[in-house]
């Protein structure tokens, strides 16, 4: 009795552990078909989604990295132009600057040996002109000075005597004669004629 309840409790527990085994082997393939499902839509699903977003965030990055190339070039291009003209441009105006500083040689040359020659001939003339001119009127300054002076000494003169002999103003005023009066006659029908009035007058001032 106790060998097969000993075998009857070891089978059972080799049909538990066969069970075990088998539920573990279950779960595994479980997980094995999860890991592939899940490993099949990363792929196809996750990684395919986001190629396709990479794609299409790099397509305008593309175009706009293109314009700027381009842009770039015209700019290279439109360097490479002015550089071109700048040169040209900057050779005709290094040959007009030496032709023209030739010309300022040649006119300083010409004015030194010639014209400034003549400019300081004629000053100095023009010099010895105006010395000449100026002693001259400082002559008649001189003269005419010495005749306003003897003009004035001789008109003071002349108004001294005026006054002092003509006029005689230092001499005392005589007081001036009363006022005359009249006497009229409140009998007489009228007073006398003018005329007669102004003779009598005319008659003291005489007297």
């Known amino acids: 009795n106790i060998s097969k309840e ?14 075990m085994v088998e539920d573990e082997k ?63 441009a900057t050779k005709k105006q290094c040959s007009t600057a030496d032709k023209l500083r030739g010309e300022v040689d040649s006119k300083n040359k010409e004015h030194n040996n010639k014209l400034a020659k003549r400019c300081r001939s004629e000053f100095d003339t023009c010099k010895v002109s105006m010395v000449s001119n ?15 002076t003897l003009q004035s000494s001789s008109t003071k003169n002349n108004v001294e005597d005026y006054v002092s002999n003509t006029i005689q103003f230092k001499k005392s005023v005589p007081p001036a004669p009363k006022r005359r009066s009249f006497i009229y006659s409140l009998n007489l029908s009228r007073t006398a004629s003018s005329d007669s009035i102004v003779k009598t007058l005319s008659m003291q001032k005489v007297k």
């Open 6 to 19: 000993m075998q009857t409790e070891r089978d059972m527990i080799i049909e538990r552990v066969n069970k």
């Open 26 to 88: 279950n779960e595994v393939e479980i997980l094995t078909n999860a890991a592939k499902q899940q490993s099949e839509y990363t792929s196809n699903t996750v990684i395919a989604s986001v190629l396709a977003n990479l794609v299409n965030m790099e397509k305008p990055r593309k175009q706009l990295i293109s314009s700027i190339l381009d842009k770039l070039d015209h700019v290279v291009d439109t360097v490479k132009e002015g550089k071109v003209q700048i040169e040209s």
């Open 134 to 148: 100026a002693r001259a009127h400082l002559k008649l300054s001189v003269a005419d000075i010495s005749s306003s």
